[in-house]
């Protein structure tokens, strides 16, 4: 069975920062373009950051520039998603989701998701 897992989510003060992880079971995630998701209360899913089969990465939201990154550990098949300076509007449930593609862009089209881990922010 091909599952993705979502860890590292909680509650952390504005300015901190968290690792979310993006485990892969039943596939290899080397071969996967990875993006990271969000979507808050209310709000639509977005974009956040997608990492290519090489490890360039693409950022989908102007609101983490300088802020987030991603990076892939192939020898652990995981996918790491790091977040400083956190802001009370990066509240939200993250997911992360693999894609056949070798790319990223604006219409990589994701095959596998995650439940989801909740990150918020709020002191």
């Known amino acids: 069975q091909l599952k993705l897992v979502e860890s590292g989510g909680g509650l952390v003060q504005p300015g901190g920062s968290l690792r979310l992880s993006c485990a892969a079971s039943?596939?290899?995630?080397?071969?996967?373009?990875i993006g990271w998701f969000r979507q808050a209360p209310g709000k639509e899913r977005e974009g956040v950051l997608c990492?290519?089969?090489?490890?360039?990465?693409?950022n989908y939201a102007d609101s983490v520039k300088g802020r987030f990154t991603i990076s892939r550990d192939n020898a652990k098949n995981t996918v790491y998603l790091q977040m400083n300076s956190l802001k009370p509007e990066d509240t939200a449930v993250y997911y992360c989701?693999?894609?056949?593609?070798?790319?990223?862009?604006?219409?990589?089209?994701?095959?596998?998701w995650g439940q989801g881990t909740q990150v918020t922010v709020s002191s």
């Open positions: 989701a693999g894609s056949r593609d070798y790319y990223c862009s604006g219409y990589t089209k994701y095959d596998y």
């Open positions: 039943g596939f290899t995630l080397e071969v996967y373009a």
């Open positions: 990492i290519s089969v090489s490890g360039d990465s693409t």
